[in-house]
């Protein structure tokens, strides 16, 4: 079924493409690497296209012929409001309206938990959940999610986003173990949001089966989303922290300083 497809792959020089790419270009017959610099292809599959997200018609000719898109470039922590309005929020409204113009059918954007970010660790959210972000490229993200509801409701785009949880080999601190996403089920989100057969538009939460998760997965089961791994087993290797029970779930990244620093 995928032996037929090309696939674009934005951000694809950044950690979490890196990732995901070697067994993307296992399975599909193209997988085109789009990011600022020249990104090596390292598979007989793969191929190379320098785009800036900010530029509508590069964007365009890079999905030329692609059958969907997993769109993970972007500014991807606390910036400028500035820059984080032409990357992440222009630069995606460019790959849905390309996806739009040159026919792909699908489109996986990498959003983040930090959309929900100011809801308290005690809470379990679920995707239906009022959006509250935890700072500005929250709310860049959540413009962008809406950008993807609106494509799939008006123009019948095929979109999930996914709210990513912390990307990291193992879990690094005492919030990660509720947040951390494996690499291996990072894979398989995108896998799944890739391939859904009967996707419309959906959000979900990309995150471990940590048992001190925040987030509800059932929307993610609804597509196959199946996450293997559980931070705590590595909760003897974190180093123990001051619990922070009661705050916020972005943690530090929900405080002032942290988004009044990166301003201009
Ligand atoms: N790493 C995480 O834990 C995490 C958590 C939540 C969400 N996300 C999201 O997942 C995606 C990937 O995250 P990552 O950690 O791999 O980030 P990263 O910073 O490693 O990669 C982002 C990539 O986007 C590219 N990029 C930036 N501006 C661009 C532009 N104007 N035109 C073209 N390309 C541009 C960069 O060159 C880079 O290669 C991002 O959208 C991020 O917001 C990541």
Known sequence: MLADQTWVLTGAAGRIASSVRPSLAERVAKLRLVDLDLVEPAHEREESVVADL???????????????????????????????????????YHVFEAARRTGAERVVFASTNRVTGFYSRTTLVEPEMPTRPDGFYAVSKIACEALGRLYSDKFGLRVASLRIGSFEATPGDERQLSTWLSPSDCEQAFLAAMTAPDLTYTAIYAVSRNSRRWWDLSAGEAVGFDPQDD??????????????????????????????????
Do not use: K, M, W
């Open 54 to 92: 900010r530029d509508q018609r590069a964007v365009e000719a890079a999905l030329v012929g692609a059958n969907g898109v997993l769109h993970l470039g972007a500014l991807a922590d606390e910036a400028d409001f500035h820059d984080l309005a032409e990357v992440n929020i222009l630069g995606t």
């Open 231 to 264: 931070a705590e087993s590595h909760a003897a290797d974190v180093r123990a922290a001051r619990p922070e029970a009661a705050g916020p779930q972005g943690g530090h990244y929900a405080s002032p300083d942290y988004s009044l620093d990166r301003q201009r």
